[in-house]
């Protein structure tokens, strides 16, 4: 789930430069009279014009980090290494933070664009983690599907069970991390993708070790350039991605496979420790502002849970999008990941070891 | 006068305790204890299962092949250089040297564009009529990856140590009636025997430990020990099996360190 991109990573990295040169040249008046809010998110998931905004219209500089996984970030937060205000993890990582109590309740009042622009079927979606709705405002959201190269198969893909069809031996590239790849396997069995059954955990094992030998590549953020390069047939993918690369390569097709899929929020939480907690609900707002929301829609492409800024998508066909806004009342078993628990967590990586060893 | 010299030494010897002894007593502690704190061995142990002893064998099996072809390309290549005029010699080992100021890993990832099924390679066969070459994510191309970065390891020792071989113990030797292919296994090679082990050890090691190679080369598909270790620091979060599993590579690396120790008592194998 890296969203990784070198050119405006490279930008990014530009524009913090930038702003840490305007930081140091207000050092000597005493810095911004707004104080500072510290900004944890997704690697290339914000567009950075939206954080100058921000600096501007308050007066509060943004100290901006990234990280490339959940699993990354969640012991950097834990240990206390670095003190964040915001965090943007997603669903399953949000109520294992909440678990571990490490984040603060979140003051509604102060974030009025919250309630007002976010829909609130996200909302009710989001109690899965965070069932009253008191740790977090979702930012993007999206699903997991397949992506096809329309010239190189040869029936539509709908399914799950095609990424084990023998046809596609060397074209399929599956995810490379524990509980994408797993979800696969889970919903191909009608399983949960949130089991924890040792048998049933057994048989997802024992598919993806059979689907192994047809698997090209295990990817995570490659998948894109690939599928985009031609280099694979089908590919798992996250839909936010989908709709970049049918910009690069109109051939590609995402699709929501019939036995259900993965259905993902990440989200904006404050930490329990946070230094600037007012500060945090002003980013956080602003961020759910319609406009500002829109921007970064543009920017990432991931879908936005934010209705007033989807009202402002000028191209007709994005804003009305099946792989941006899926009507998800279409599509059965839909899940959202949850914390499994330490032991949970331990099961599924022992298993995915004993795929990738095979 | 002693005591001038201490303190000369006293950067490095810091460096040496915040980079090296530090970070080798947290991997102690943390494979050495359970999540609880409590001391155990089962971390250690771990390597048993059949899963890291599989990887452990595929790294061990993978690293010794790249290490004998390593070998196999870089000792007449080190005969050529050792016998060439000075001037001729430094050129091409600068060309050798060369690749080496650019990045591990983009130089690695250059392989992986190169050997994709639609890559630069294939699509220059494929122009030439020529049957294509499928070895990515496989771990051939592992093998080539491993080969490829670790070469110059092997090649500078060797050239060093045939490059100090007298030139009076051949030619005595060809007087006293031996051939050529006599010389050479007289000879040469039980002279350059402490370069031969320390450019195995300087291509075994590092062959043994990488993650980067397997895991951009071989998709993922193939678990090697590091990529085990790679799995439990960054994924699983479990620093103490990742710690443990790191302290059973250490024992071959020290196991490696001991040989080349013994065979190159005079440090002629070293580097430059």
Same mark, same amino acid.
């Given at each position: 789930m890296t969203r990784i991109n070198l050119k405006n990573k490279m930008l990014l990295g530009?524009?913090?430069?930038?702003?840490?040169?305007?930081?140091a040249g207000c050092g000597s008046s005493g810095g911004k009279e707004g104080g500072q809010v510290?900004?944890?998110?997704?690697?290339?998931?914000?567009?950075?014009?939206?954080?100058?905004?921000?600096e501007e219209e308050t007066g509060i500089e943004v100290v901006y980090d990234e990280f490339e996984t959940n699993e990354i970030?969640?012991? *950097?937060?834990?240990?206390? &290494?670095?003190?964040? !205000?915001? =965090?943007?993890?997603?669903?399953?990582?949000?109520?294992k933070m909440i678990a571990g109590d490490m984040l603060a309740e979140i003051n509604f009042e102060n974030i009025p664009n919250a309630k007002k622009n976010i829909g609130a079927q996200y909302f009710e979606q989001a109690k899965g983690f965070d069932p009253e709705n008191k740790y977090s405002v979702p930012y993007c959201w999206g699903t997991v599907g397949i992506l096809y190269n329309k010239t190189m198969v040869e029936e539509p893909i709908t399914s799950w069970a095609q990424l084990w069809d023998e046809k596609y031996a060397d074209n399929i590239l599956m995810q490379d991390s524990v509980r994408d790849a797993f979800m696969v396997a889970e919903k191909l069995n009608g399983f949960s993708m949130n089991t924890t059954d040792p048998q049933e955990l057994e048989t997802a094992?024992?598919?993806?070790?059979?689907? *192994?030998?047809?698997?090209? &590549?295990?990817?995570? !953020?490659? =998948?894109?350039?690939?599928?985009?390069?031609?280099?694979a047939a089908i590919g798992v993918i996250y839909s936010g991605e989908a709709i970049y690369t049918q910009r690069e390569n109109p051939d590609l097709e995402y699709v929501i496979p019939e036995e259900g899929t993965n259905v993902w929020i990440d989200s904006w939480v404050i930490l329990k420790d946070a230094p600037n907690k007012e500060n945090a609900e002003k980013f956080i707002d602003f961020m759910c502002r319609g406009d500002v929301a829109v921007k970064n829609f543009e920017y990432i492409t991931y879908s936005t849970p934010n209705d007033a800024a989807r009202e402002l998508i000028e191209d007709e066909a994005i804003r009305n999008s099946e792989i941006a806004f899926p009507d998800l009342s279409q599509y059965n078993n839909l899940e959202t990941f949850v914390y499994l628990g330490e032991d949970g967590d331990a099961l599924y990586n022992e298993l995915w070891k004993e795929v990738k060893s095979n | 006068m002693t005591s001038k010299r201490k303190w000369l030494s006293a950067p490095y010897t810091l460096w040496s305790v915040v980079f090296i002894i530090i970070p080798l007593c947290m991997i102690f502690y943390y494979g050495l204890t359970d999540k609880t704190g409590a001391f155990t061995l089962e971390n250690i142990a771990a390597i048993a299962t059949a899963e890291h002893a599989k990887a452990l064998r595929l790294s061990i099996l993978l690293s010794l092949i790249s290490t004998l072809i390593c070998f196999l390309l870089a000792y007449p290549l080190a005969m050529i250089l050792a016998n060439m005029k000075v001037s001729q010699h430094s050129f091409i080992?600068?060309?050798?040297?060369?690749?080496?100021w650019m990045n591990f890993l983009l130089r690695t990832l250059a392989w992986q564009t190169l050997l994709e099924k639609s890559g630069v390679i294939n699509n220059i066969l494929t122009f030439l009529?020529?049957?294509?070459?499928?070895?990515?994510?496989?771990?051939?191309?592992?093998?080539?990856?491993?080969?490829?970065?670790?070469?110059?390891?092997?090649?500078?020792?060797?050239?060093?140590?045939?490059?100090?071989i007298?030139?009076?113990?051949?030619n005595a030797a060809r007087d006293l009636g031996a051939d050529s292919i006599h010389t050479f296994?007289?000879?040469?090679?039980?002279?350059?025997?402490?370069?031969?082990?320390?450019?195995?050890?300087?291509?075994?090691?590092?062959?043994?430990?990488?993650?980067?190679?397997?895991?951009?080369?071989?998709?993922?598909?193939?678990?090697?020990?590091?990529?085990?270790?790679?799995?439990?620091?960054?994924?699983?979060?479990?620093?103490?099996?990742?710690?443990?599993?790191?302290i059973v590579l250490m024992i071959f690396i020290i196991l490696n360190m001991i040989a080349s120790a013994v065979f190159d008592k005079e440090g002629e194998g070293s580097m430059l």
């Open positions: 530009g524009v913090m430069l930038l702003a840490a040169a305007g930081m510290i900004v944890y998110n997704w690697g290339e998931y914000i567009d950075p014009e939206t954080i100058e905004m921000f970030m969640y012991p *950097k937060v834990e240990s206390g &290494a670095a003190s964040y !205000d915001v =965090v943007c993890p997603s669903d399953y990582m949000i109520s094992k024992n598919a993806l070790i059979e689907q *192994k030998p047809l698997v090209q &590549a295990y990817v995570i !953020d490659q =998948v894109r350039d690939k599928m985009i390069g031609g280099e | 080992i600068l060309i050798f040297i060369l690749p080496m009529h020529l049957p294509n070459i499928n070895i990515i994510n496989t771990p051939y191309a592992i093998i080539l990856g491993m080969v490829y970065n670790f070469l110059p390891f092997m090649v500078l020792p060797l050239y060093n140590a045939l490059s100090k007298d030139e009076n113990v051949i296994f007289r000879i040469t090679l039980p002279l350059s025997v402490p370069g031969i082990i320390s450019g195995i050890s300087m291509v075994f090691v590092p062959a043994l430990t990488t993650f980067v190679i397997s895991s951009l080369l071989g998709g993922s598909k193939i678990l090697l020990i590091g990529n085990v270790i790679d799995q439990e620091f960054t994924q699983a979060s479990n620093w103490h099996l990742g710690s443990g599993l790191s």
